[in-house]
């Protein structure tokens, strides 16, 4: 029973997370889904959904996390999130930017594992 609750869960949490515009934080995601689970279960599907490459984690200037559905092809050896990602200072809405692929250089004997682009401003809805 719990299994099929969790899939049921996961289920939730990855269509809410791929249908939204913007990133959502563990809160905003679990208020939607507080009839199929606890807070507790929410991070463990959402660590799930990290580890399985399905959804990614954001990083706020604010210091919150948020999480968002990856929309890229990637290999599996070396799975790097390049595009920008912006934080709204006003609403504090965070997009992924997949259209701006930023560059980056790194000193011989360095493995880049994972990048964090976040730009921040105001986003076209607050100007």
């Not at 991070?43 to 490459?53: F, G, K, N, P, S």
């Amino acid at each position: 029973m719990k299994k099929t609750r969790n899939t049921l869960a996961k289920t939730a949490i990855l269509e809410l997370i791929s249908q939204s515009a913007v990133a959502l934080s563990h809160a905003e995601i679990h208020k939607a889904n507080q009839e199929l689970c606890d807070r507790v279960t929410v991070y463990r599907i959402l660590d799930r959904l990290v580890a399985e490459d399905n959804i990614h984690k954001i990083a706020t200037p604010e210091g919150t996390v948020k999480y968002a559905a990856c929309h890229h092809h990637h290999d599996e050896e070396h799975h790097i999130h390049n595009h920008v990602h912006f934080s709204c200072e006003k609403c504090h809405s965070v997009v992924c930017l997949d259209s701006v692929q930023p560059t980056y250089t790194v000193p011989q004997n360095y493995l880049v594992k994972e990048v964090n682009f976040t730009l921040s401003g105001l986003c076209p809805v607050c100007i």
